[in-house]
């Protein structure tokens, strides 16, 4: 049956590649017994996606699988490296890209409370700057045992200068879980069509300009940033804070009772349009930091080096390796707030040459080093980081400017899709806020600045969430 449905798939397919002048510039359909390293790379890490999801992911078969033509990706409740679930991430940032043209999935939703797969696009060059400057595109979100799907726009500036328009929750009138449906979009220079069962449910014009109002205007034309190179993204997560006040509710009792914990993927198809000079891959665009001078280049060897001597550090300094969300959050926070930590990584500072997280770690050391009172909470950023011991590194050359005497460190903060980060200050313990109360928050929870947090662990000071402890 299963072969009969894929066969009026693909005449279908071809009907409308026809009648569109659309062609087919890149696919997988999941055939062979291992995922196919030539077009996707899996994401390691336990970095909660910057959303304080509750997952490792990892390169595991147990949790990537590809088999009988379909992807599958298993959440799975079992403790790994300090978190309770381990998943799977997987994208094509190294391998392909595209501008414009119609990216279909196949899939098959998993059934389960707090579980929340996604099929998404992220830029492959921070071209307008960090995220969400550069844009984001989510096709298909969903949030676990809800029968919703919801596509998104992220964009404006960067954090916490982002916003984000979408659909909102849209009901289907067939069980997401229950089979395969087909999860679209359908990207002009000019719109950005969202789509199920290739029936069109909401439409963005790019017809207009993306900047929020807030901060500076990284955009120079309308259609900015969604005119660049997108790759594609997919992963089942656990929690976070797509779950809004709910976020860290799980327990190990209703985990095992999920019905299915599978996202399964049985196509993923990019096409364009036939007038379209296709280059699945073309070479990286400048990075938004300024034209490196002859003082501040900088050799690898040296930005490896400076690395390895950082006291508090991301867990690899392959940027790949690491939340590229939580990167961008973290350092737009920290260079805004703190930029004295942030001198020698940017302008002609003395590591702009050196990769995202590298550059992020040596800011993070910094003040890390500053704040070493307050324990390893400060250096975690929302987990993209952590303190290494001083038999291990030896804290590079701190820069002479200390901030003024601070009781607080950067909470978690919600990033990619759906969710819009609250801003982080600094703030005298005087101006911590009562709780307020608010329709989308949770049991035992409040809000702060839209954002809801556990009262047992969080408060609201200066209009920012802030850890109890410093409080």
Same mark, same amino acid.
């Given at each position: 049956?299963?072969?009969?449905?894929?066969?009026?798939?693909?005449?279908? *397919?071809?009907? #409308?590649?026809?009648?569109?002048?659309?062609?087919?510039?890149?696919?997988?359909?999941? /055939?062979?017994?291992?995922?196919?390293?030539?077009?996707?790379?899996?994401?390691?890490?336990?970095?909660?996606?910057? =959303?304080?999801?509750?997952?490792?992911?990892? /390169?595991?078969?147990? =949790?990537?699988? $590809?088999?009988?033509?379909? *992807?599958?990706?298993?959440?799975?409740?079992?403790?790994?490296?300090?978190?309770?679930?381990?998943?799977?991430? +997987?994208?094509?940032?190294?391998?392909?890209?595209?501008?414009?043209?119609?990216?279909? #999935?196949?899939?098959?939703?998993?059934?389960?409370?707090?579980?929340?797969?996604? *099929?998404?696009?992220?830029?492959?060059?921070?071209?307008?700057?960090?995220?969400?400057?550069?844009?984001?595109?989510?096709?298909?979100?969903?949030?676990?045992?809800?029968? %919703?799907?919801?596509?998104?726009?992220?964009?404006?500036?960067?954090?916490? =200068?982002?916003?984000?328009?979408?659909?909102?929750?849209?009901?289907?009138?067939?069980?997401?879980?229950?089979?395969?449906?087909?999860?679209?979009?359908?990207?002009?220079?000019?719109?950005?069509? #969202?789509?199920?069962?290739?029936?069109?449910?909401? %439409?963005?014009?790019?017809?207009?300009?993306?900047?929020?109002?807030?901060?500076?205007?990284?955009?120079? !034309?309308?259609?900015?940033?969604?005119?660049?190179?997108?790759?594609?993204?997919?992963?089942?997560?656990?929690?976070?804070?797509? #779950?809004?006040?709910?976020?860290?509710?799980? %327990?190990?009792?209703?985990?095992?009772?999920?019905?299915?914990?599978?996202?399964?993927?049985?196509?993923?198809?990019?096409?364009?349009?036939?007038?379209?000079? $296709?280059?699945?891959?073309?070479?990286? $665009?400048? &990075?938004?930091?300024?034209?490196?001078?002859?003082?501040?280049? @900088?050799?690898?060897?040296?930005?490896?080096?400076?690395?390895?001597?950082?006291?508090?550090?991301?867990?690899?300094?392959?940027?790949?390796?690491?939340?590229?969300?939580?990167?961008? /959050?973290?350092? !737009?926070?920290?260079?805004?707030?703190?930029?004295?930590?942030?001198?020698? +990584?940017?302008?002609?500072?003395?590591? $702009?040459?050196?990769?995202?997280?590298?550059?992020?770690?040596?800011?993070?050391?910094?003040?890390?080093?500053?704040?070493?009172?307050?324990?390893?909470?400060?250096?975690?950023?929302?987990? +993209?980081?952590?303190?290494?011991?001083?038999?291990?590194? @030896?804290?590079?050359?701190?820069?002479?400017?200390?901030?003024?005497?601070?009781?607080? @460190?950067?909470?978690? &903060? @919600?990033?990619?899709?759906?969710?819009?980060?609250?801003?982080?200050?600094?703030?005298?313990?005087?101006?911590?806020?009562?709780?307020?109360?608010?329709?989308?928050?949770?049991?035992?929870?409040?809000?702060?600045?839209?954002?809801?947090?556990?009262?047992?662990?969080?408060?609201?000071?200066?209009?920012?969430?802030?850890?109890?402890?410093?409080?």
């Amino acid at each position: 049956m299963r072969s009969f449905i894929i066969a009026i798939a693909l005449c279908t *397919l071809a009907v #409308f590649a026809q009648q569109t002048s659309y062609q087919l510039v890149w696919s997988d359909e999941f /055939n062979g017994n291992s995922l196919d390293l030539s077009k996707w790379q899996y994401e390691v890490n336990c970095d909660g996606g910057g =959303n304080a999801e509750l997952q490792c992911y990892t /390169n595991s078969p147990k =949790n990537v699988a $590809v088999s009988n033509g379909t *992807l599958t990706i298993t959440a799975i409740p079992e403790n790994i490296n300090g978190k309770q679930y381990s998943s799977g991430r +997987i994208n094509t940032k190294a391998s392909a890209a595209w501008k414009y043209g119609r990216i279909d #999935f196949s899939a098959k939703l998993p059934n389960g409370i707090y579980l929340w797969p996604a *099929l998404w696009m992220m830029p492959r060059d921070e071209t307008y700057g960090w995220w969400a400057a550069s844009g984001e595109i989510d096709i298909m979100e969903n949030r676990g045992t809800q029968n %919703t799907q919801e596509s998104t726009l992220h964009y404006g500036g960067a954090w916490p =200068n982002n916003v984000y328009q979408g659909s909102g929750p849209q009901r289907m009138s067939f069980d997401m879980t229950a089979d395969f449906h087909q999860y679209s979009a359908i990207w002009t220079p000019t719109s950005i069509q #969202f789509l199920v069962d290739n029936n069109v449910y909401y %439409t963005q014009t790019l017809q207009k300009n993306f900047w929020s109002g807030a901060g500076s205007n990284p955009y120079t !034309a309308n259609g900015q940033p969604f005119d660049q190179y997108f790759f594609i993204i997919i992963n089942l997560a656990v929690g976070g804070y797509f #779950f809004g006040g709910d976020a860290n509710s799980l %327990t190990n009792a209703q985990a095992r009772a999920w019905a299915t914990t599978t996202l399964q993927v049985d196509y993923v198809r990019v096409y364009q349009l036939q007038t379209t000079n $296709v280059n699945n891959n073309p070479a990286p $665009v400048a &990075s938004p930091n300024p034209a490196t001078t002859a003082s501040s280049t @900088t050799s690898s060897s040296l930005c490896t080096s400076m690395w390895n001597t950082l006291s508090c550090r991301t867990g690899s300094d392959n940027p790949s390796q690491v939340d590229v969300n939580g990167v961008a /959050n973290s350092r !737009a926070w920290l260079c805004s707030t703190y930029p004295q930590f942030c001198t020698e +990584i940017n302008g002609n500072g003395k590591y $702009v040459s050196c990769n995202s997280v590298q550059q992020l770690s040596y800011a993070m050391s910094l003040y890390y080093n500053n704040f070493i009172s307050q324990g390893p909470n400060a250096c975690s950023f929302g987990g +993209i980081a952590k303190p290494v011991s001083a038999a291990a590194a @030896t804290p590079s050359s701190q820069n002479s400017a200390t901030p003024s005497s601070q009781n607080n @460190t950067p909470a978690s &903060s @919600t990033t990619n899709q759906g969710q819009t980060p609250a801003s982080t200050k600094s703030s005298s313990s005087s101006n911590i806020a009562p709780c307020a109360r608010a329709s989308y928050c949770g049991a035992n929870t409040c809000a702060c600045n839209g954002a809801c947090y556990d009262i047992t662990q969080y408060c609201c000071k200066s209009n920012s969430l802030t850890q109890i402890q410093f409080c």
